[in-house]
């Protein structure tokens, strides 16, 4: 997962907006979000799974809580003993105070991540490479790419404005509209123009072709977007929109279930 936006306590009929890209290797074998059963988290998960090193990068379970994590870009660096796929899970089965300190001292088993874990209330944030990890957010609409939560890279800011612009004016519409409205916004592929590209130790070349939100490519781009609603009613709504190489629509799937009481 390489791009996320999500809002929280901004618009009065959704508290909890997660709208996110999540850029990979097409040859990386992956299954389609659905539920299963998560040892880690401990309960049923919807989510997508990675059939290569286990785990997944964004699950949602029945109570409408998001955890998911992005990977921090850098130029070289040394591979983790445990899949930063697990992680997400791990948010689900255990709140912040006790993840927390279980992260820090377990900081160098991961390549460097980002991790956050979302309800309608607040959030809270992890990233194994921040001076200061672990913090909780409240109201307001945040981006988190490649870096640490709220960088300003011209993708973050392209697409945070954009959904905040959308949620402004969603006042009237039904759900289904406001998920295919916030599918279409993730599909931009507008570059960042050179004098604005991050230096992350990739290339300008590279930084270049990864500077858009949306990213179309044969052998890596955007394979899934995903969109995460939880309505003052307590509808939970997923949509999750498949494209295959050079940004062809694939497979498409929808859940909507009522949070229980």
Request: proline share 6%; glycine share 8%; charged share 20%.
């Amino acid at each position: 997962m390489c791009l996320i936006v999500f809002s929280l306590r901004q618009h009065p009929d959704f508290p909890l907006v997660v709208a996110a890209n999540r850029d990979e290797f097409f040859r990386r074998p992956t299954a389609a979000m659905d539920w299963w059963a998560s040892e880690t988290a401990g309960r049923e998960v919807l989510a997508g799974r990675d059939l290569l090193s286990g785990g997944t990068w964004l699950a949602v379970d029945i109570n409408g809580q998001v955890c998911a994590v992005t990977n921090v870009r850098e130029g070289t660096q040394a591979p983790g003993t445990h899949s930063r796929g697990e992680l997400p899970l791990m948010a689900l089965a255990q709140d912040s105070e006790t993840l927390e300190p279980r992260l820090r001292q377990q900081n160098n088993r991961y390549s460097g991540f980002n991790l956050v874990s979302l309800n309608t209330q607040h959030g809270w944030y992890f990233s194994n490479r921040d001076a200061h990890p672990g913090r909780h957010v409240h109201r307001g609409t945040y981006g988190l790419s490649n870096h640490l939560l709220q960088t300003p890279w011209p993708k973050l800011l392209r697409l945070r404005n954009s959904v905040t612009e959308l949620l402004e004016s969603a006042s009237s519409g039904t759900t289904e509209e406001l998920h295919q409205n916030l599918i279409t916004r993730l599909q931009d592929t507008t570059p960042a123009p050179d004098r604005e590209l991050p230096d992350t130790g990739v290339g300008r070349e590279t930084e270049r072709f990864l500077s858009s939100p949306f990213i179309i490519g044969s052998d890596y781009g955007t394979r899934a977007t995903t969109v995460v609603t939880v309505s003052t009613s307590g509808e939970i709504r997923v949509t999750e929109q498949v494209w295959g190489p050079e940004g062809k629509k694939e497979d498409a799937r929808a859940f909507c279930w009522q949070r229980p009481a």
